[in-house]
T-cell receptor, first 115, second 121 residues
């Protein structure tokens, strides 16, 4: 059974700092990995998707890497801003033979950026 | 990306009653999913809503408790039946968006609705 772990569970840093969020998964046979942010009382916003054949994806100040063989992904946030405060969730697509499947989520990292 | 709406956005219900949650997508999508997020927890997949056939449920979830309909490629409902306080959660639907290329290889991004916050008294 796939398990996804995110470290740290919570993080508070001053504005402007660069930071790294970590995600690990137990079964390396994934099809892709997706990072989301969740704001209080709201749904999930997709940030980045990394296909299993890729090693990283970038969007603005965000960079996500994937090391499938070691079962790890990182989300790098550059020059953090108070608006980045949210819970960040890592999720992997379970795969049993291609085609779409549900996501297995980690418990998230609760990020606070101090002004 | 697909735009997803859910109704209701929140509800407070009495024990023993049922609530039906609607999920509407602004474009046709093949795959739709329902998730539950219990207080302080991450998301757990309930089932895959299959168009024209019975939903596929995950371990620990059964059709009698969470009946799902998927009458077409843009709409689905999840019913939470015979509710108890333990059913208090956020319920979210998601879709897989094949994007412009219509790629069905499974590498597609998933998008979520805003969620339905359910409180059972």
């Amino acid at each position: 059974k796939q398990e996804v772990t995110q470290i740290p569970a919570a993080l508070s840093v001053p504005e402007g700092e660069n930071l790294v969020l970590n995600c690990s998964f137990t079964d390396s046979a994934i099809y892709n990995l997706q990072w989301f942010r969740q704001d209080p009382g709201k749904g999930l916003t997709s940030l980045l998707l990394i296909q299993s054949s890729q090693r990283e994806q970038t969007s603005g100040r965000l960079n996500a890497s994937l090391d499938k063989s070691s079962g790890r992904s990182t989300l790098y946030i550059a020059a953090s801003q108070p608006g980045d405060s949210a819970t960040y969730l890592c999720a992997v697509i379970r795969g049993s033979g291609g085609g779409a499947d549900g996501l297995t989520f980690g418990k998230g990292t609760h990020l606070i950026i101090q002004p | 990306s697909a735009v997803i709406s859910q109704k209701p956005s929140r509800d407070i219900c009495q024990r023993g009653t049922s609530l039906t949650i609607q999920c509407q997508v602004d474009s046709q999508v093949t795959m739709m999913f329902w998730y539950r997020q219990q207080p302080g927890q991450s998301l757990t997949l309930i089932a895959t809503a299959n168009q024209g056939s019975e939903a596929t449920y995950e371990s620990g979830f059964v059709i009698d408790k969470f009946p799902i309909s998927r009458p077409n490629l843009t709409f689905s409902t999840l019913t939470v039946s015979n509710m108890s306080p333990e059913d208090s959660s956020i319920y979210l639907c998601s879709v897989e968006d094949p994007g412009l290329a219509g790629d069905e290889t499974g590498y597609n991004e998933q998008f979520f609705g805003p969620g339905t916050r359910l409180t059972v008294l």
